[in-house]
């Protein structure tokens, strides 16, 4: 499974879309998710993709293959990407 966690951009053809971090948290516990697109901003005061990232890194639900990151928010797209590289089985 392609996942694609974005509150505003539409997924790209193929890719199931996830609007929250709780309904990519359901979709990565299954462990059939191969790859992962990230947001970091999902609308206000609501868990960001970074909260996602941390959450893999503490449960060790990862996607088969290394996300990737489509956010428009270079501190969230530092945060998450440094995430993955210390904590992500890559």
Do not use: F
């Amino acid at each position: 499974m392609r996942l694609w966690l974005d509150d505003s951009r539409p997924a790209p053809p193929g890719w199931v879309h996830c609007q929250t971090v709780e309904a990519a948290k359901v979709l990565l516990e299954t462990g059939k998710v191969e790859d992962l697109s990230l947001d970091h901003d999902l609308g206000v005061a609501k868990p960001t993709g970074l909260d996602l990232c941390r959450w893999m890194a503490d449960t060790g639900h990862w996607p088969t293959n290394k996300p990737t990151l489509h956010t428009a928010n270079k501190h969230g797209l530092l945060m998450m990407r440094g995430t993955i590289i210390k904590y992500g089985p890559y």
